[in-house]
Every structure is written in structure tokens, then in C-alpha cells.
């Protein structure tokens, strides 16, 4: 199947920091999603991008969908220590999807250290 | 109350024991679905249901099987545990419908889960 390379696998960052994950895949995504994992919840969507080259923030957030529809990344500006968890990155594309499935990254450990 | 609830929350078990995860939603979504995590790998898909009377396996059906009993519960069995089923269970909805639309995937809490 398909596969979302995520990275970093974890980041152990102070407090202030800001902070960069990616993902990246050999097949083409025309959605890419960021969702947010917190100690002992499910994931919890944080950001969705539907255009090639779409930026688009949501607070301290900033996501872009890349141009070759391969990529995305993920930045969040002036970490706090209410940003640890583990950030997943997601892609859906109905050309290789049955039923409009979502393929997973396998995400990016934050720990910040106040 | 939790929109997806899952049950148990963290559940022991031995090598070759039958064990049903359950989950029951409030969101009204038709679609259901059974991901496991594992450290490193993200979320793999092991069952989604996009009604009461349609059922399709994931990328890692098998050991796993699935019964949705309504709209509001969809449960996860193993039939004969092993060690490597050992591993966090999240179940999610999703309605094309709703404001998120397909993407917007509503997870519950996880249920932990120790084959030993």
C-alpha cells in the first residue's frame, strides 16, 4: 500500500523553539491533513489542506501543501509545553483509495521541555 | 460524553484468549473505523464500515474481525490473541456529510491493549 514517510520520528525542543516535521510519500495526495495525538486521546484534526501549493494556518500553525503534491509540512511557531504529543500527518487521494481512505504517517514524537 | 466511546480503555489479556473491543458513537456518522498504532508506524487500517450493512477489511485485516451491530457501534474482535496484536485501538467516524467533510475523522480515546 501506500506509504507516508513522516520525520522527525521525535524532537525534544525548549520551550519558545519553533518546530518543523514533514512528510513526504512516492504517490500523489490531492488532501494532506495534520492531526495532533495528546497522551491518552485519539487524534484530534488540526489542519487540512486541498489545493497544490495552499498555505494555511490555524493559530500558531502553519501548514503547506506541497507543489508536487508529494509533500506537506507542518510548522508551529513559539512552542508552549501544551504542544507535546504526537502529530500525525494524513493524505487521501480517491485514485488510490478504496471507499476514500486516508493513508497515515507514522508520526512525529514533540517533547518540549518548559 | 465522549462522541466516540471506546471500551475497555486498557484490557490485559492471555495468548489465544477471544477479546472484543467496542465502540458506540454519538455523531451520527454512517462510517465507521478500526485503526491500529503501533510506535513508529502511524495508524493502520485494519476494518471500515460505511453502513450497518457494509463491511471491507483494511491493509491488516487479518487475525481481526468486525461487527456492526447499528449505526452507533461497531466492535473489534480477536479471536485467538497473540503477542503481536499488542498495541493501541483507536475507532473513528466520519460522515462526507459533515462540515469536515470525508477527512474530518472523529477518533476515540484508545483502548490499550496487552496480549501477553
Known amino acids: 500500500g501506500q506509504q507516508l514517510n513522516q520525520s522527525p520520528q521525535s524532537m525534544f525542543i525548549q520551550e519558545g523553539e519553533d518546530v518543523s516535521m514533514n512528510c513526504t510519500s512516492s504517490?500523489?495526495?490531492?488532501?494532506w491533513l495534520w492531526y495532533k495525538q495528546e497522551p491518552g486521546e485519539g487524534p484530534v484534526l488540526l489542519i487540512a489542506?486541498?489545493?497544490?501549493?495552499e498555505l494555511t494556518s490555524n493559530g500558531r500553525l502553519t501548514a503547506q501543501f506541497g507543489i508536487t503534491r508529494k509533500d506537506s509540512f507542518l510548522n508551529i511557531s513559539a512552542s508552549i509545553p501544551s504542544d507535546v504529543g504526537i502529530y500525525f500527518c494524513a493524505g487521501y487521494t480517491p485514485s488510490h483509495n478504496a471507499g476514500n481512505m486516508l493513508t497515515f504517517g507514522g508520526g512525529t514524537r514533540l517533547m518540549v521541555k518548559p | 460524553d465522549a462522541d466516540v466511546t471506546q471500551t475497555p480503555r486498557n484490557r490485559i489479556t492471555k495468548t489465544g484468549k477471544r477479546i472484543m473491543l467496542e465502540c458506540s458513537q454519538t455523531?451520527?456518522?454512517?462510517?465507521m473505523y478500526w485503526y491500529r498504532q503501533d510506535p513508529g508506524l502511524g495508524l493502520r487500517l485494519i476494518y471500515y464500515s460505511f453502513d450497518v450493512k457494509d463491511i471491507n477489511k483494511g491493509e491488516i485485516s487479518d487475525g481481526y474481525s468486525v461487527s456492526r451491530q447499528a449505526q452507533a457501534k461497531f466492535s473489534l474482535s480477536l479471536e485467538s490473541a497473540i503477542p503481536n496484536q499488542t498495541a493501541l485501538y483507536f475507532c473513528a467516524t466520519s460522515d462526507p456529510a459533515s462540515g469536515t467533510g470525508i477527512y474530518g475523522y472523529t477518533f476515540g480515546s484508545g483502548t490499550r491493549l496487552t496480549v501477553v
Open positions: 504517490s500523489i495526495f490531492n488532501t
Open positions: 489542506l486541498y489545493k497544490a501549493g
Open positions: 455523531k451520527g456518522h454512517d462510517r
